[in-house]
């Protein structure tokens, strides 16, 4: 391999050094299985269908299914209307699928009749922006929702209730959890199950783990929705996992006999990670997944490469590819958990990239599953956004206007919630004679950044306790039972809600999630909350209530506060009229709310220092200075040249309230100028007095090095916004017409006022 | 079809015990009246809901929540023996003995054909 650090500039070699380029990055194998579409050994597409059965898939006659052909042949295709949709070419099935103004229910009937290799075919016509925009039409569920992952490496109930209670209140519909040691499942979930509904009555949640203990906790009502149904577009992808697609097709009917949502889990990368990809392109291995969890009678999926995904993503296309994927499950009528869970890439800006591709249509759940806390504690392996991102993508909503399905909070409620989930589990750990959890912990898991902050813990009781407790007849019954008795009523009263829906079993449809109603639940759904979108003006679109909450991120400031005056600092007296002056001297002109109405520069330097440092400048090469304020604009372009058409020298100092400050001369046009200190939160009192400095060596006619400026690429962007509040100030207090004025610095030192200006940089 | 169910046709809708589902309340919890044989879903309200998937478009997973409805009848170890008879490719006469006896013993004939379909489709 070639050494490109050896030979590269200081340039490439700092590019190499950026976290982008820890990610592997390979040029396709088609052979082997790494490209996304367009395998060489993808068949062709093609049905027949004779008397009411599919009897050729894909080129391949029933003969010659395997079991997957065979499962998707008899559950997930239409015969009625395969060979309608399969005679529409895929450029024009591509354009229906893109098209508002085709309805996303004939797109559905249509794509009902569409083969693995053909819905590949169809995925090939469109762009990103193009499946975008079908993905946003095809979306199930007109409410945005996000999935939270929950979990810690000691599997602490007080901290994994506090985190669940977090991820309730921030408006998660999903919590899952799942265990770093495999005996912990049950007390996990009953965790989280406790932790979710303080903060928010009616989160679903599920702990990932094997599905016959999965099964045994939601019999018990434990778990609220199953994930852990993998499946694989590949004969024996599955044998490996000694499934079938009918062993799971059973287990999606189980769950669903004891009330729980099903959603199945697949995606690009899994076959060939798995050495079974023989040629064929990832899609169209995840197209076969998708339809055999359509066949199988799954409501969703939680499909875009998930775990994989840093393999698509390292090939040509893989952002893309993994859209399409999300895009194929909405169109045959899945819900979507649509990835952004697992990490993606060393590089912020590509998973930005990738997740805006999700984002911005917006999905049934933005990602599949969020880390609410630090990735370090993030027993899935995933946390490609954690806790620490949270401001971040409530700041990204509140850019575009559009719902990641995240609320912001602010840090009271937060913490309210998290100790009220702690006390929650305590009290039932003491009550269903589990090992005590004690106050200390409580007040850890309060304010913990991760596990490692708890008290140490015995995990071989917790174990042996978690392996008593499931194999007890205990239910959710006794755990709301035991809430009632410890004063904790409302998550009582949440738990039995919680059972009434899974006796109505609403959420069952597809996309269902539980929201508040009254002091109840109710069901939102593919049913009676349809994603109906034909265009601009149609529909989920952010308003109202949602809309405020949305924007109302607690870190915002109200601009009045920032931009307060306070008291006016009044550093001057003011004289008569300016005059024309004689040589040699220097004027120096301040603009119209400088130490008057505003007492201090962005940079937080008081007006005051700023005068005096100038003042010692112009003093040091012997030159005489004047002070004048210039009242009828806050330009300081203009304030500089009206004083230097005061000067006797010709030359003068402009100032703006901001700090920013010019050395101008008479003959010069008003944008011109000698100097420009522009960025004014960088210069200091040194700079002030260099310009003072060099605005007298102007006026003597001597040689002058220009004050040195210091680049701060940043400095626009930190301050833009006191910039605006300040100057808003200055242009206030500029009077039409009004003439120059003498002014004199007062000799009081008004140390009060000079912070009064810092206050306000720092708001 | 109304949906929610909950809210839409809530007095209809009893608890796998058979009592409605309006006693899940605290007062019955506290006062010990309430079992895990109220727990879960009636196979009937599965049914229910089979029909609105059905009229919303979502036939297969109509087809799942039948399933489910036969399913609710069987024990939870029943459920656990045949996962893991499918799982682990058991020979056809026990996954065919299994197909019977729950359409004989739990009248789930739905289950049984789908069984039997993936005995079928072993190599």
């Not at chain 1, 850890?444 to 978690?466: F, K, Q």
Request: proline fraction near 5%; hydrophobic fraction near 40%; charged fraction near 25%.
């Amino acid at each position: 391999m070639k050494d490109d650090r050896s030979t590269g500039s200081r340039r490439s070699r700092e590019r190499e050094a950026q976290p982008v380029r820890r990610d592997t990055t390979i040029h396709e194998w088609p052979e082997a299985g790494l490209v996304l579409m367009r395998g060489p050994a993808d068949p062709p597409s093609s049905v027949r269908v004779e008397s009411g059965r599919v009897v050729e898939l894909d080129g391949r006659a029933e003969a010659a299914f395997d079991s997957i052909d065979r499962f998707i042949a008899r559950h997930a295709i239409d015969p009625r209307v395969a060979e309608e949709a399969m005679a529409v070419p895929p450029l024009s099935m591509a354009r229906r699928l893109f098209h508002p103004d085709v309805a996303a229910s004939e797109v559905r009937r249509l794509f009902g009749g569409l083969t693995p290799a053909r819905l590949v075919e169809v995925m090939a016509e469109l762009d990103v922006l193009e499946m975008m925009l079908a993905l946003r039409k095809m979306r199930l569920r007109s409410r945005i929702a996000n999935q939270a992952h929950v979990t810690n490496l000691r599997d602490h109930p007080a901290l994994l209730a506090a985190d669940a209670a977090e991820a309730g209140l921030r408006g998660f519909a999903e919590v899952e959890t799942t265990v770093g040691v495999a005996g912990m499942a049950p007390l996990n979930a009953v965790a989280i199950l406790i932790g979710s509904q303080v903060g928010r009555p009616g989160v679903l949640t599920q702990a990932a783990v094997e599905e016959g203990v999965n099964l045994r906790l939601a019999m018990k009502g434990l778990v609220s929705y199953a994930e852990t149904l993998s499946v694989y577009g590949d004969e024996e992808s599955f044998r490996d996992g000694d499934d079938t697609p009918w062993s799971k097709a059973f287990l999606a009917s189980a769950y669903a006999s004891r009330g729980v949502k099903v959603r199945f889990t697949s995606g690009s990368g899994s076959e060939v990670l798995l050495g079974h990809a023989r040629g064929r392109s990832m899609l169209y291995l995840e197209a076969r997944c998708i339809l055999l969890v359509k066949g199988a009678g799954s409501q969703g999926i939680q499909n875009g490469a998930i775990s994989c995904i840093a393999l698509p993503l390292s090939l040509p296309g893989g952002i893309r590819g993994v859209l399409a994927e999300n895009l194929i499950a909405a169109s045959v009528g899945l819900e979507v958990a649509s990835g952004n869970d697992a990490m993606a890439s060393h590089s912020e800006m590509r998973k930005t990239a990738k997740l805006m591709l999700q984002l911005i249509p917006g999905t049934d759940f933005v990602t599949s599953g969020y880390s609410v806390m630090p990735r370090q504690d993030n027993l899935f392996g995933g946390g490609n956004f954690d806790a620490n991102d949270l401001d971040a993508w409530t700041l990204v909503q509140r850019d575009l206007g559009l719902d990641g399905g995240i609320t912001p909070k602010g840090e009271d409620e937060v913490r309210r919630v998290r100790r009220r989930a702690a006390a929650a589990v305590q009290a039932v750990w003491t009550e269903m004679g589990l090992p005590a959890i004690g106050e200390a912990e409580v007040d850890a898991a309060v304010d913990a950044r991760d596990s490692g902050d708890l008290p140490p813990r015995s995990r071989s009781a917790d174990v042996e306790a978690a392996r008593r407790f499931l194999e007890s007849p205990a239910t959710v019954l006794d755990l709301a039972a035991a809430l009632a008795r410890t004063g904790f009523a409302r998550e009582a009263e949440a738990l039995l809600a919680l059972t009434r829906q899974r006796a109505a079993g609403d959420y069952l449809q597809p996309a269902g999630i539980l929201v508040e109603d009254g002091v109840d639940l109710v069901a939102v759904s593919a049913v009676n909350d349809p994603h109906v979108y034909s265009g601009p003006g149609t529909g989920g679109r952010v308003e109202g209530e949602r809309r405020r909450q949305l924007e109302d991120v607690p870190f915002a400031v109200d601009p009045r506060a920032l931009g307060r005056v306070g008291e006016p600092p009044d550093i001057f007296d003011e004289g008569d009229a300016a005059r024309p002056g004689d040589a040699p001297e220097v004027v120096v002109a301040v603009g119209p709310a400088f130490g008057g109405r505003l007492g201090a520069t962005l940079g937080g330097l008081s007006h005051r220092e700023v005068v005096e440092r100038v003042l010692e400048g112009v003093r040091q090469e012997q030159v005489p200075a004047r002070l004048v304020r210039v009242r009828h604009t806050a330009d300081c372009a203009f304030i500089g040249h009206e004083a230097a058409r005061l000067s006797g020298s010709g030359v003068a100092i402009g100032i703006q309230s901001r700090g920013t400050a010019v050395i101008h001369r008479r003959d010069l046009s008003p944008l011109d100028n000698l100097e420009l200190l522009s960025h004014a939160p960088n210069l200091t009192g040194d700079s002030y007095r260099s310009l003072g400095r060099n605005a007298a060596r102007y006026a003597l006619g001597k040689s002058t090095e220009p004050v040195p400026v210091r680049i701060d690429n940043m400095a626009r962007l930190k301050h833009i916004v006191q910039s605006t509040l300040l100057h808003r100030v200055e242009v206030e207090a500029a009077t039409p017409g009004a003439l120059p004025v003498e002014l004199s610095l007062r000799d009081v030192v008004v140390a009060a006022k000079a912070d009064a200006g810092s206050e306000r940089q720092g708001a | 079809m109304r949906y929610p169910l909950y809210r839409e046709a809530r007095s209809r809708i009893t608890l796998p015990s058979g009592r409605p589902i309006e006693d899940i309340t605290r007062e019955q919890l506290e006062a010990g009246r309430l079992a895990t044989g109220d727990l879960g879903i009636h196979e009937e309200t599965l049914r229910q809901q089979a029909r609105i998937a059905e009229e919303a478009g979502f036939a297969a997973l109509a087809r799942n929540l039948e399933r489910a409805a036969e399913l609710t009848r069987l024990p939870d170890a029943k459920i656990l023996e045949i996962y893991e008879a499918l799982r682990r490719g058991e020979r056809r006469a026990a996954l065919e003995a299994l197909a019977r006896e729950i359409e004989e013993a739990h009248g789930a004939c739905l289950t049984a054909a789908f069984l039997r379909e993936a005995v079928a489709a072993e190599p």
